[in-house]
């Protein structure tokens, strides 16, 4: 090998022109950093508008409070499924920079359609949109207009926030022992960026709006997104690519149709009687080849090769492979890894449930505790702060100390596993479900007893909230950032934005399944003299109680998921891409990530 052909990366991507990547020219933390700060300003813009819509369409638009929370639920839900829309079209059509490219460019198109609405149609009169100064009525083209603006904006980022956290890795080769490792931290420091950006609008941004300054807010937010989408765009030159597959649905429907066209064909074990292209004919292009794996054995009769798995072009006396009778074992293996990634992804369901807390009860807990500190009253809301800086210390602690620590112990240079640290994120979560039951016990039992109608009338300070936010975010530094490695490093080459966008649902399916339970619950609890577990007055609920479920609950979820995780075979390439010439092939090493084993 010459030393020009080192200098290539080893997994296969390219760069901007279609050539093989040079390593010293492009990738690396130059390409990675700056994706880092487009995401922390990203995010600052999203949350700029996310975090106090509701608000904004009860002072603003004149809705009710329930018209506005589902409306908002509507809008947050929107993110959520057209992140999948920009995972499908990254995987398949455009590729990973033209989606976060585009998908940025209608986000900050919609952030600024959003400041010019609201500052020339909505504010007015001029000053309205405070907590004392309502707006007055719309025009149905004024609140056309608002609803195209934010739903520009969800399109928008929905679109590229799976994208971008894959790109983001698409710049180091996992195969080179040195980049895998800063493939791994950029995870960890991705979510970091995220979480960073959030601070700042929950806190900066949210202040100012909540005293009615929304233009100033929205257009803050419209220029972060600006400046991020040109810091993408500088990097331009400097990034690595990989080329889009093709669309996965119809690779997934050709091996269902070929096994089941095959259903009565005997399977042997091994895999020497299974079809494998060696040349340019294979179905997913550019792809490494993944080793047969023994699970969801009915799926392999797609890859045995029949009499009638060629069909003959008459036109061209050629006869050529019919990919609704016979798929490689690359393309099966494809299947297989969807289908035993489900189970562990249905086990993180639960977790976002107790995530989401942190945004719906911790915040009503903390409005009926003593939020007064001298004559300075603390919002609720900010107590979110705490997630924030936990997840930035225990990133820290995690990535300096504890990961070399284990990894020693392990004689093992990547320390614990993305599934073992999943593992730890559920139990950790259970330890914030519990302190936060025991936070209610006690402020229930300082409740002002002379005042059982005050909904504010404990003297237990807020401050004593801290510790199951703290959990919290430990826990997301373990489940989120380990969930964010865990699916991309196993989803197959051809759907890594997928395998980015199952977190995102995740979440999404987190939001839904929280609302249901607390639904279920007030429904099974309410009688005639009693008002449910939260009732609307929670000193005179037992909120304490549904904490303490959602442990119970999540300690059940920990079972199962042990179980889905000692069960889940993780995926592996035999080093070669599908269409490298036989005289061509070049040895890679499994990945890191494909090495990973669950121990319990």
Not at 461 to 486: D, R
Request: charged share 20%; net charge neutral; with cysteine.
């Amino acid at each position: 090998m010459t030393k020009e052909e080192e200098d290539y990366t080893l997994d296969g991507t390219v760069e901007r022109h279609g050539q093989p990547a040079i390593r010293s020219k492009t990738g690396t933390w130059v390409s990675g950093i700056l994706l880092l700060v487009n995401q922390g300003l990203a995010t600052l813009a999203f949350f700029g508008v996310g975090v106090n819509l509701v608000l904004f369409l009860t002072r603003v638009l004149g809705q009710d409070n329930a018209e506005a929370a589902n409306s908002v639920s509507k809008w947050t839900g929107t993110v959520y499924i057209f992140s999948l829309l920009g995972a499908f079209l990254s995987d398949s059509y455009w590729g990973r920079y033209k989606t976060c490219a585009i998908f940025q460019a209608i986000f900050v198109v919609g952030l600024v359609l959003l400041s010019i609405s609201s500052s020339a149609f909505l504010l007015y009169p001029k000053g309205c949109g405070d907590e004392e100064t309502p707006c007055g009525t719309h025009s149905t083209f004024h609140i056309v207009f608002f609803y195209l603006a934010i739903y520009m904006v969800a399109l928008g980022n929905g679109g590229y926030q799976p994208t971008i956290a894959t790109f983001g890795a698409d710049q180091f080769d996992e195969e080179d022992p040195k980049e895998g490792h800063s493939k791994i931290a950029f995870f960890s420091f991705f979510y970091l960026a995220l979480n960073l950006g959030s601070l700042f609008s929950n806190t900066i941004l949210g202040y100012f709006e909540d005293q009615g300054m929304w233009t100033l807010g929205f257009w803050a937010s419209a220029g972060s997104a600006f400046v991020a989408l040109v810091l993408f765009l500088i990097g331009t030159p400097r990034y690595r690519h990989f080329k889009p597959q093709g669309n996965p649905l119809s690779r997934f429907c050709q091996v269902l149709v070929a096994a089941i066209r095959k259903w009565k064909v005997g399977i042997m074990p091994g895999d020497d009687h299974l079809f494998e292209t060696d040349k340019n004919e294979s179905a997913i292009k550019g792809d490494r080849r993944i080793l047969h794996t023994e699970g969801f054995r009915f799926l392999d009769r797609a890859a045995i090769m029949t009499p009638n798995d060629y069909a003959t072009d008459e036109e061209k006396n050629t006869r050529g492979r019919n990919p609704w009778r016979l798929c490689t074992i690359t393309q099966v293996e494809e299947v297989k890894c969807i289908l035993r990634l489900l189970p562990i992804w249905l086990c993180t369901i639960l977790y976002s449930v107790v995530f989401t807390q942190m945004a719906s009860l911790f915040v009503e807990q903390g409005d009926a505790m003593k939020t007064t500190v001298s004559n300075f009253d603390i919002p609720a809301a900010s107590m979110s702060s705490f997630d924030i800086l936990s997840v930035a210390t225990f990133i820290f602690i995690y990535r300096r100390i504890l990961d070399p620590i284990i990894a020693r112990i392990k004689t093992n240079p990547k320390g614990l596993t993305e599934l073992q640290r999943m593992g730890i994120g559920l139990v950790i979560a259970i330890l914030a479900m519990v302190a936060a039951g025991v936070v209610e016990v006690f402020r229930l039992k300082y409740a002002n007893k002379d005042c059982p109608n005050c909904n504010k009338a404990s003297s237990l300070s807020i401050f004593w909230q801290i510790p199951q936010y703290m959990l919290i975010g430990a826990s997301e530094v373990f489940m989120y950032v380990g969930q964010l490695e865990f699916f991309n490093g196993q989803a197959p080459d051809g759907l890594k934005s997928f395998g980015s966008a199952l977190c995102m649902t995740s979440i999404s399916l987190g939001n839904y399944v929280s609302s249901l339970l607390v639904t279920m619950v007030m429904k099974i609890s309410t009688r005639d003299n009693m008002p449910g577990w939260i009732p609307g007055n929670l000193n005179k609920g037992r909120l304490d109680l549904f904490y303490f479920l959602l442990a119970a609950l999540t300690t059940a979820d920990l079972m199962i998921y042990i179980i889905c995780a000692k069960w889940y075979k993780c995926i592996k390439f035999d080093g070669r891409t599908n269409g490298d010439d036989d005289d061509n092939k070049k040895s890679r090493p499994v990945t890191v990530a494909a090495q990973a084993e669950f121990r319990v």
